[in-house]
């Protein structure tokens, strides 16, 4: 019997903000009964709920907490994404309805904004007394916010920008807050000053007045969707209109009352990009809320798992717990590792974004990697929650797919993460950009073209160099050496870490190489390119494994010793041998893993799955979803 307590998992989960975490969670549990109320509402009847619970929680103060004290905010920009990490457990459309209100729209007036802005709308935002949307979005653009076709053409005459939609396929998309409940947007337009062209900015633009549609905006709804109905998505029209000079957030350009374009930022190219970056916090957010649905799954599966016998297998007497068979083992108990990775490696981007945006850390350099490492979690974290609550549906039967035992929603409303804020295949391919230029300064500008010619112009060991990996090299071959010359002990750490680096540095240089050999070959850039996408993919995807397993491995070397430093050894082991098990043909094909160690491997992380099955329930525990919430009561009694 372990004499480990849940809370003391949970408290190593939630960490420096374990405070906010806990008032989330019991704000949550107060209202777990409008989990019941929404499930059989109408479309227009659940909005209004999510509504005004929305304003409800935001009497509370933990919607507020990244925005500034004299706002009526909490001043803690960590403190905010841990508590809509927290807010996942809940009813998603609520989650959704609170990011778009307090991380997109009120975060971009707070981070692309001036004081003026600042002192006209951060209070009533924070109160919920003004909602609005961030109009980026375009039914004909959506990863490639630079070529938007909403324009917003300065008047001198009359000091004001005149915004328009110049295309049929131009018109903001699936915007949230915008077809019911948003008076403001920020809308993401080309601004033309002089007749010239500056590029994309963003401007407060009023859409709705007395909850009739602005004179020239047109809104029309997106209608239902797969999931999250209780957010009122739609569509922008803009035709000829109006707002003020003034309504330009102005942190990196302005114009002038005479109409003279100002930025202290000189180049277009990283202007654009200074721009997106101070709205990272979107993409850490949304990658915390799918780690913590994946939490709210395995919860309920294990718990269930724990609780249904079936088929007697090792006795005549009684059926045998689901959790007692190996492969039920195998389906879940390496998820509930890897989401304990994945937690520990939200945790790095989350403190790494807090001290950024906090004036903590003030280079640039820093600044790039967050927005790398930001991107790449969210995209693995994401894409674990989609494959997560579908087994975890699966490992459930049939009572899975009923919608009180709350998968239905879970699978619906998360689905759309892994595009949300990003597609994850494209934040993949900006991960790969800042290894392959080692986050330089040219990194912002550079599209696909300019970084095939900058790694062209590179010998292949500057490239390696220029990666944290490349420090590594020499370590790593002794500790991974080619299959069959010698074995590590398959529980060393540094051998499990060494595989995932030796993996990361191998692509890198063979993106490179491909790049250069294609340029070389006299092909075209764009062509080069698209030949070795994939490779792009697969080292940015080794990549964040590497640091997300480090992460984890960081957290374990930081425990005292004792028992919860033991558990999370051997959680930490199945997560790392999980890894390494799922590519085991890469490793095979590149010299690293002969086929008995390959078979090694596999017997034991089925023997770390049956030596965590006493910790199921406690590691599940750990995460600390409050019983309200879980709703399965079929399931879990």
Known sequence: MNAIDAAALTSLLDGRYAEVRQDVRKALAERADFLDEVEELPRAEYRERVRETLLDVSATGLTGLGFP??????????????????????DLSLLVKSGVQFGLFGGAILQLGTARHHDRYL????????????AMTEHGHGSNVAAVGTVATYDPDAQEFVVETTREDAYKDYIGNAACHGELAVVFAQLVVGGEERGVHALVVPIRVSGAAAPGVRIEDDGPKMGLNGVDNGRLWFSGVRVPRTSLLNRFADVTASGEYVSEIESAGRRFFTMLGTLVQGRVSVGGAGIRASEVALTIAVRYALRRRQFEASSDAEESLLLDYGQHQR?????????????????????????????????????????????GTKALATWHATRTIQE????????????????????????????????NTVLLQLVAKGLLTGYSSEFEEMDQLDLVRFVAGLAVETVLERTAVHKLLERVRDVVPIAGEREPDILDADYHLAMLRFREEHMLAGVARRLQSGVKAGR?????????????????HAHVERLIHEAFREKVRGLPEGEVRDLMDTVCDLSALSVIEADRAWFMEHGRLSSERSKAITAEVNRLCRQLRPDARLLVDGFGVPEELLRARDLIG
């Open 392 to 423: 975890c549906r699966e490992a459930c039967g049939g009572a899975g797919y009923l919608a009180a035992n709350r998968f239905a929603a879970l699978k619906a409303d998360t689905d759309v993460f892994t595009t949300f804020e990003g597609d």
């Open 123 to 134: 209070a009533d935002i924070v109160s919920g007394r003004l909602l609005g949307c961030f």
């Open 69 to 90: 004290k004299e706002y009526g905010g909490g001043g803690d920009v960590g403190a905010s994404i841990a508590a809509f990490e927290e807010m996942a457990g809940g």
């Open 331 to 375: 389906r879940l108990l390496p998820l509930v590792a890897r989401t304990y990775a994945l937690r520990f490696a939200q945790e790095v981007v989350r403190d790494d974004l807090h001290d950024v945006f906090s004036g903590v850390t003030t280079s640039e350099h820093a600044r790039r990697e967050l927005e790398s490492r930001a991107a």
């Open 524 to 540: 075209e850039p764009g062509a080069v390119f698209s030949a070795v996408q994939d490779h792009v993919i697969g080292v940015a």
